[in-house]
């Protein structure tokens, strides 16, 4: 007797997230049953207004490609119109990826929901992980597959990869790297949820370090920060997210790279903008940093 299909449900709304998507559709025993996404501009809980979503990507030009059922989130996960929809497309599993709202207990009540989360849980829990972990100097991440449950990122894994980083990423070659990992991780373990030989492993709670989302006011720099914390701290933040950012006679100015100089600028306060021969240089606590992009007006 030849087995059924394993249907999937997809809640997605990034470029990641449609990664993620396409390379599901590539697995011949996979059926996609519905497709669920959000608009670029929503709301979050940090913020009165909404926030947009600088890696959006729009899922529904694929769901008419492929005749996969679509739905738009507009107001909540919990909304009868929206559950309604996962209902019907009667899911073995959901899988979560590039999603930015909390799986309620009535989706996890459906199906299995399994999620993508970009650190080594349970480290890097929250939001951000790469960010974060790019600002606080660390030399690897990583990419976990894991089951939801009702806690942050606190499910059982079923599966993990580790992913350099380098001195030399930015947040886009760190992403870039994350996503094929990514991709590796949902190409190896379709197979075992299609044969019902996925294992899971718990997480160690004790380890666990938990971050806040980050907006886009928090990327204004320190320049009471070392040099090498600053430069970092510019990699970690620059397109194709807001960038990091300081004020210059009252205009926001964003720098989108920048490097460690060995200009020395005696007696200037951390903050000090120098301009020589066209190239522009901000003083910091141990030196000074020079700005190789940024926004019109230094």
Sequence with gaps: MVKADLRILFFGASKF????????SNYKNAKLVGIISAPQNFRISYSKKKVKNFLFHDFEAFSNENKIPFALMKNKMDDDELFNFGKRSNPDIIIVAGWYHMITKKWR???KCYGLHASLLPKY???APLVWAMINNEKETGISFFEMDSGVDTGKIVSQKKVEISPNDTIQTLYEKIQNSALEIISETLPMFYEGKVTLKDQDHSKRTIYPQRKPSDGEIDWNKSSEYIERFIRA???????AYTIVKGKKIRIWKAKI???????????K???RNET???????GCIEVLDHEAGI
């Excluded at 933040?237 to 960038?243: D, E, L, W």
């Excluded at 100089?261 to 903050?271: T, V």
């Excluded at 522009?280 to 141990?286: A, E, G, Q, R, Y």
Aim: hydrophobic share 30%; proline share 7%; no cysteine.
């Design 17 to 24: 997230g449609f990664k993620v998507i396409q390379e599901i």
């Design 109 to 111: 009540k459906l199906a």
């Design 125 to 127: 829990s929250g939001g």
């Design 237 to 243: 933040q620059t397109k194709p997210y807001p960038g």
């Design 261 to 271: 100089s060995k200009e020395k600028f005696e007696d200037a306060l951390p903050g």
């Design 273 to 275: 903008l120098v301009k």
């Design 280 to 286: 522009s240089f901000f003083t910091t606590k141990d």
